[in-house]
């Protein structure tokens, strides 16, 4: 089986900071793009960033210059640094996966598309 496993939601006041997390399953062998998206009530999903597997980055309008994406390729793990945050930050964050392998039973597999759990980032005074 291969998962994403998301973590380091939760409650902060407005102008705090959190950071997120995201681990690959340890059989997954390569990413090619890794991303956070979002989605708030009633609304659709959003992507928030994202990031290749070379280290290119592309952002939302509405969070440049607030949050920061990276990754460490060798752990197959990205995390997203939010500081500034603002009540419209409100909502469900995922990680995904564009594509990429993994192994099981010593035979390599392709996957696309795969998303995290999810985690809930409030923001409110």
């Known amino acids: 089986q291969v998962q994403l496993v998301e973590s380091g939601g939760g409650l902060v006041q407005p102008g705090g900071s959190l950071r997120l997390s995201c681990a690959a399953s340890?059989?997954?062998?390569?990413?090619?793009?890794m991303g956070w998206y979002r989605q708030a009530p009633g609304k659709q999903r959003e992507l928030v960033a994202g990031?290749?597997?070379?280290?290119?980055?592309n952002y939302a309008d509405s969070v440049k210059g607030r949050f920061t994406i990276s990754r460490d390729n060798a752990k197959n793990t990205v995390s997203l640094q939010m500081n500034s945050l603002k009540f419209e930050d409100t909502a469900v964050y995922y990680c995904?996966?564009?594509?990429?392998?993994?192994?099981?039973?010593?035979?390599?597999?392709?996957?696309?598309?795969?998303w995290g759990q999810g985690t809930q980032v409030t923001v409110s005074s």
């Open positions: 990031i290749t597997s070379s280290g290119s980055t």
């Open positions: 995904n996966a564009d594509r990429g392998s993994y192994r099981i039973y010593s035979r390599e597999v392709y996957f696309t598309n795969l």
């Open positions: 340890e059989n997954i062998i390569s990413i090619n793009t």
